[in-house]
Nanobody, 119 residues
């Protein structure tokens, strides 16, 4: 069983920065694709960024050039550096782990961390 624990959320003014962290338990982190998703008030959950086991990254258009996803396999941790924050970035941010092998697969979510950007 995999557990994901996010941290780093909070209240920040527009234009500010935050770094989110997500620590994973278990031994599959290094082969997993990690992702950050968010769900704003009254909105559906949406993809923010992903990073594969080979550190290939992908971003939502709305955050390109402002957010950076990275991973540290030695620490079983994925990060989301968020710069130039805007009020529309306000949301609960969720960490996701997805892995597949020849014999099994799994998808796990963290509990979420609140990010609030004031104007």
């Amino acid at each position: 069983q995999v557990q994901l624990v996010e941290s780093g959320g909070g209240l920040v003014q527009a234009g500010g920065s935050l770094r989110l962290s997500c620590a994973a338990s278990g031994s599959i982190f290094s082969i997993a694709t990690m992702g950050w998703y968010r769900q704003g008030p009254g909105k559906q959950r949406e993809l923010v960024a992903t990073i594969t086991s080979r550190s290939s990254t992908d971003y939502a258009d709305s955050v390109k050039g402002r957010f950076t996803i990275s991973r540290d396999n030695a620490k079983n941790t994925v990060y989301l550096q968020m710069n130039g924050l805007k009020p529309e970035d306000t949301a609960v941010y969720y960490c996701n782990l997805d892995f597949r092998t020849k014999v099994t697969r799994g998808n796990y979510w963290g509990q979420g961390t609140q990010v609030t950007v004031s104007s």
